[in-house]
Structure formats: structure tokens, C-alpha cells
């Protein structure tokens, strides 16, 4: 398992968190910020309303900040195993992957993100 984390997330979530940010990235129903110095910045500033991270970073150990700040915050996160995975279906150019994205808006698909987020909060021992 690499630094950055904290519990593994079963596949089944998982398979919800990429149907969840297709929903908001590629059919519009939100917004968010992609990769790991922008989801940096929007949690540190409190905006973030979820964070997602890929698992399979390399080097792992950039992503360390990302949790502990979420921590902090109060912000739910998941993990996904897959960057690739992530930036495709946040809706990203082929073969564009992301470590990271913080959804900061949703116009939609309410009952995935309360579903993804206790989810999260379970995994996480909250």
C-alpha cells in the first residue's frame, strides 16, 4: 500500500465513485478542480466538498498532504485504484490520467455523493 493511504476502498465503491464523477465531469452535473496541486489548494481553502485520489501515484509520497489536509478540514476522501481510470472519467483527453480531483460543485446526482461520501466516512473510521 503506498504513503498517501489511509484504507482500502472495495471495488464496488469504487465502481460508484467513477459512475459518480462521470455524472460531474463528463455529463455536467458539477464542477471540480483535477490533479494534486489544485485539489491542494481548493482544500486548504475549504471549498472541496470530496476529494477522490488514485491509488497507483508514483511517487506516492507527493500525495501525502492531500489526506492529512482533508483530515483537517473535514473533508470526506476515497481512493480509486486507477489514475488513468480517474482522468477519464472525469472526462479528460485519452490517455490523460490525474492523481487527484476535489468536487467543488454539485448540480446533481445528490443521492451518489451521499452515498460516496458515507461510504468514505465508513472506510475512514469516521
Not at 100 to 106: D, G, Y
Given at each position: 500500500?503506498?504513503?498517501?493511504?489511509?484504507?482500502?476502498?472495495?471495488?464496488?465503491?469504487?465502481?460508484?465513485?467513477?459512475?459518480?464523477?462521470?455524472?460531474?465531469?463528463?455529463?455536467?452535473?458539477?464542477?471540480?478542480?483535477?490533479?494534486?496541486?489544485?485539489?491542494?489548494?481548493?482544500?486548504?481553502?475549504?471549498?472541496?466538498?470530496?476529494?477522490?485520489?488514485?491509488?497507483?501515484?508514483?511517487?506516492?509520497?507527493?500525495?501525502?498532504?492531500?489526506?492529512?489536509?482533508?483530515?483537517?478540514?473535514?473533508?470526506?476522501?476515497?481512493?480509486?485504484?486507477?489514475?488513468?481510470?480517474?482522468?477519464?472519467?472525469?472526462?479528460?483527453?485519452?490517455?490523460?490520467?490525474?492523481?487527484?480531483?476535489?468536487i467543488t460543485e454539485l448540480d446533481g446526482a445528490a443521492d451518489e455523493f451521499k452515498s460516496i461520501v458515507t461510504s468514505a466516512n465508513?472506510?475512514?473510521?469516521?
Amino acid at each position: 500500500m503506498s504513503v498517501h493511504i489511509d484504507f482500502e476502498t472495495p471495488a464496488d465503491v469504487q465502481d460508484k465513485v467513477y459512475e459518480f464523477v462521470k455524472k460531474v465531469g463528463k455529463e455536467g452535473n458539477g464542477r471540480f478542480k483535477k490533479g494534486m496541486n489544485e485539489v491542494i489548494k481548493v482544500c486548504e481553502r475549504g471549498a472541496a466538498k470530496l476529494v477522490v485520489m488514485a491509488e497507483n501515484v508514483d511517487p506516492s509520497e507527493m500525495m501525502m498532504p492531500i489526506p492529512l489536509i482533508c483530515k483537517e478540514r473535514g473533508i470526506p476522501f476515497i481512493y480509486v485504484s486507477d489514475q488513468g481510470y480517474l482522468g477519464e472519467a472525469a472526462g479528460l483527453p485519452e490517455g490523460r490520467p490525474t492523481s487527484a480531483i476535489a468536487i467543488t460543485e454539485l448540480d446533481g446526482a445528490a443521492d451518489e455523493f451521499k452515498s460516496i461520501v458515507t461510504s468514505a466516512n465508513e472506510l475512514a473510521g469516521n
